[in-house]
């Protein structure tokens, strides 16, 4: 089991120990990088395919999605729309996430930045200045 004592700072390791460790450290982050990117080619090629499931492929064409758009990415994004219709605040989280930053609205200004009290206290000071 590790513990203080079993640690070696790199300061105290000859420059021939630390040059082998991060050449360790290089050759394993090699293998996760090309598992990942061979894991993420595979996931690309699945979600390309064409939906198998007949019901599926019916339902997206219903939808008014071309014949040659309907895949597994379609059905997977129709799937989380429906959900997020249907009050799924995950599902229309990942949506959001998906389609990134979009366009905001202007900058509200005058009335309209107001906070529920400074809108109040600007009535009550016309209300005064109606009195007088």
């Known amino acids: 089991m590790p513990n203080e004592n079993n640690i070696i ?11 082998e460790i ?15 990117k061979s894991l993420r080619e595979a996931a690309e090629l699945y ?19 071309e014949p040659e758009d309907v895949d597994n990415q379609m059905a997977i994004i129709a799937g989380l729309t429906m959900r997020a219709m249907k009050g799924d ?27 529920l009290s400074e809108k109040m206290a600007a009535i009550r000071e016309a209300a005064r200045n109606i009195d007088h």
């Open 89 to 115: 605040s995950k599902a229309a989280k990942v949506i959001f996430d998906l389609i990134g930053p979009t366009e905001s609205a202007p900058e509200p200004t005058g009335v309209e930045a107001m906070t």
């Open 22 to 36: 991060a050449a360790a450290g290089g050759r394993a982050s090699g293998v996760s990088r090309r598992r990942k």
């Open 47 to 65: 979600l390309s395919l064409p939906v198998s499931d007949k019901k599926a492929w019916n339902r997206l064409a219903r939808d008014g999605v």
């Open 9 to 19: 700072s790199n300061s105290d390791r000859t420059p021939e120990e630390r040059r």
